[in-house]
């Protein structure tokens, strides 16, 4: 009974050790060389809008939220800087 127990430990080790060291089946082509001649390019575009219109979507939606943010917790300060009378 404990020689089965200790086989089937040893044959669950094996497995898992399988399943996490085992390379994946998807492979990417390496385009690490395009994206640093693009990145390095001396174009006058700012680096954190050079991926195309996801990253200036993204930058526009992060300057959106963090200016209405600012003016929203300047309004809330205002708001609570002046509290209501309690007849």
Not at 33 to 61: C, N, S, T
Request: no cysteine.
């Amino acid at each position: 009974n404990r020689a089965k127990m200790l086989r089937n430990l040893l044959a669950l080790r094996q497995i898992g050790q399988r399943t996490i060291s085992t390379t994946s089946h998807m492979h990417f082509k390496n385009r690490v060389a395009e994206k640093q001649k693009l990145f390095q390019e001396e174009d006058g575009i700012p680096v954190y809008l050079k991926g195309g219109i996801v990253d200036v979507i993204l930058y526009r939606a992060t300057m959106i939220l963090t200016v209405g943010g600012a003016a929203y917790a300047m309004y809330q300060l205002a708001v609570a800087s002046f509290p209501k009378k309690q007849d």
